[in-house]
């Protein structure tokens, strides 16, 4: 099994809204990814989780808040958001984070959209 | 700064032709990954390339790295219809390894 699943799949809301996406993974994986996908262009990465601790924070505004819960469960808490960070969202996994082998494997996304 | 260069950005298949999407990296790294992504979907892994030289086929897809030249290959054979999508090829950062630099990626339109 090779799933990684994502709610909502869609998300509507306005800029004083609070809201969370959620990530989850059974696969045993120990890294969790979050990554930005504008339309026509390349997911940016912007936080990498290793055993449960942040590893990699890309300069993401405040406004974006991840949380690791436990080590199958990534959340997204969204705050104050700017019609700019209309996306998708894309969370991925992998076995390890830096191991040799490691290919990420995606799930469907959310698609965000800020009013 | 790793910096992944793809090209060409946008290619129009004629059916049964062959085609090859080309990907440029600029620091060294032996890791690189191809992708595929339907409109509205998420991205789909095809290839995990991790060493001078390494070879892999799928199908009607191959792909190739070559270290030394910092260039992978994504070779399509004989297109057809449901290869139509954007494909991207992603190089590890030796400098901080598990942080994937996507090249810009490649829209592939294959028609009759």
């Known amino acids: 099994d090779t799933e990684v699943t994502q709610t909502p799949k869609h998300l509507v809301m306005g800029m004083t809204n609070k809201k969370s996406l959620k990530c989850e993974q059974h696969?045993?994986?120990?890294?969790m990814y979050w990554y930005k996908q504008k339309a026509k262009k390349p997911p940016e990465l912007m936080f990498v989780?290793?055993?449960?601790?942040?590893?990699i924070n890309e300069s993401v505004p405040s406004r974006f808040s991840p949380e690791c819960p436990n080590s199958s469960l990534l959340n997204l808490h969204l705050h104050a958001l700017q019609p700019e960070d209309s996306a998708l969202y894309l969370c991925?996994?992998?076995?390890?984070?830096?191991?040799?082998?490691?290919?990420?494997?995606f799930g469907p996304g959310t698609r965000l959209t800020v009013l | 700064e790793l910096k992944v260069e793809q090209n060409p950005l946008f290619l129009s298949m004629q059916e049964e032709k062959n085609y090859t999407i080309y990907c440029n990296y600029s620091?060294?790294?032996?890791?690189l990954y191809w992708y595929r992504q339907d409109p509205g979907k998420s991205l789909e892994s095809l290839f995990v390339?991790?060493?001078?030289?390494a070879v892999k086929q799928e199908g009607r897809l191959m792909a190739s790295l070559d270290t030394k030249a910092r260039l992978s290959t994504l070779h399509i054979t004989a297109a057809v219809h449901d290869l139509s999508a954007t494909y991207f090829c992603?190089?590890?950062?030796?400098?901080?390894?598990?942080?994937?630099?996507f090249g810009a990626g490649t829209q592939v339109v294959v028609t009759p």
């Open positions: 991925a996994s992998s076995q390890d984070w830096g191991g040799v082998t490691d290919t990420q494997y």
């Open positions: 989780y290793s055993y449960e601790k942040l590893s």
């Open positions: 390339l991790l060493s001078n030289g």
């Open positions: 992603a190089v590890d950062d030796a400098d901080s390894w598990g942080k994937l630099q």
């Open positions: 620091t060294t790294s032996d890791r």
């Open positions: 696969m045993g994986h120990r890294a």
